[in-house]
């Protein structure tokens, strides 16, 4: 015979278990939103707690209360959830050390896709809205940013003072002003109102060239809060021709890893239409093909 019989067969094995008294504190605890680990012999926090230490000796029964915050060890995605999965849409299982703990505990973690996880990120708990004493109490872990948003917004009036302000003055003409020290006739830009070296008024400005050196430069690959321009670009100290003090500004025109210590860049100006008494005249050096400057020439502005 081809037609062969079947059925569903479900096999259940209900049983009762004690919790004891330290898991079954633990389990108690978030009923009320409390997370708690156990100290162990050698000054280690448990969470979860356990009766008794990886080694086999027994806890102190001594509990911390923790903070509901941790970070994400380790983690895998799960895309298309199972019936028997205690989520319906994508989550994670995450393995999370708790603040303050020297374990971790497994559980889940709730985000959009995995783009949004890292391991090393900081997570927190969710709790669940009705409580029964169970690990289900905790719902779920989610990405916690360490950052708080604090909104400020001023709005007053700067006044740079005279020798800013003929700095800046000198940009609205396409001029880079430096001042100069009387005692070793040095050329500091932007200028100061006094000597670094002998603290003596510095009333004296000189034009420099809108070309020099760049000694040192640094690639930011990273975004960060504020910023206004959109990574990768790259931020360099020139010292420029007639100057002895690095100026600082954008390295653009070239490749990144053409960029090196020693290379003679020009500035890339705005349209004259354009020009207002700002740095920002200048959108950024670029390469002039001089030869690089030899490093003993630069050395002293590192």
Not at 31 to 53: F, M, N
């Amino acid at each position: 015979m081809s037609d062969h019989l079947a059925a569903p067969y479900t096999f259940e094995y209900t049983y009762r278990r004690s919790m004891g008294p330290v898991i079954g504190r633990f389990l108690e605890g978030l009923r009320y939103e409390i997370l708690e680990g156990v100290k162990t012999a050698d000054g280690r926090v448990l969470c979860p707690p356990q009766e008794y230490d990886e080694t086999g000796a027994p806890t102190t029964g001594e509990f911390v209360q923790l903070r509901p915050t941790g970070v994400l060890k380790s983690w895998t995605w799960v895309a298309e959830p199972r019936e028997n999965h205690p989520r319906k849409t994508p989550f994670a299982f995450a393995l999370v050390q708790i603040d303050g703990t020297d374990s971790c505990i497994t559980h889940i973690l709730d985000a959009k896709s995995p783009k949004e996880l890292e391991t090393g990120m900081r997570v927190r708990v969710r709790w669940a809205k009705e409580k029964r004493g169970t690990i289900q109490d905790i719902e779920c872990f989610e990405p916690s940013s360490p950052i708080l948003l604090g909104p400020v917004h001023l709005d007053f009036s700067v006044m740079p003072g005279v020798h800013q302000t003929a700095y800046l003055r000198g940009f609205e003409q396409g001029k880079i002003l430096g001042g100069k020290c009387k005692a070793t006739g040095k050329v500091y830009v932007p200028p100061r109102g006094a000597s670094p070296v002998d603290g003596q008024p510095m009333d004296e400005y000189v034009e420099v060239a809108d070309r020099g050196v760049l000694t040192t430069f640094t690639v930011v690959r990273i975004p960060f809060e504020g910023q206004k321009l959109t990574p990768p670009y790259c931020f360099g100290a020139i010292v420029l021709d007639g100057s002895d003090l690095p100026f600082y500004h954008l390295i653009s025109g070239v490749a990144y890893d053409e960029i090196r210590m020693g290379m003679r860049v020009k500035a890339k100006w705005k349209p004259r239409e354009e020009w207002e008494t700002s740095v920002e005249n200048i959108l950024y050096f670029e390469p002039t093909g001089e030869p690089d400057a030899p490093f003993e020439s630069y050395s002293e502005h590192l």
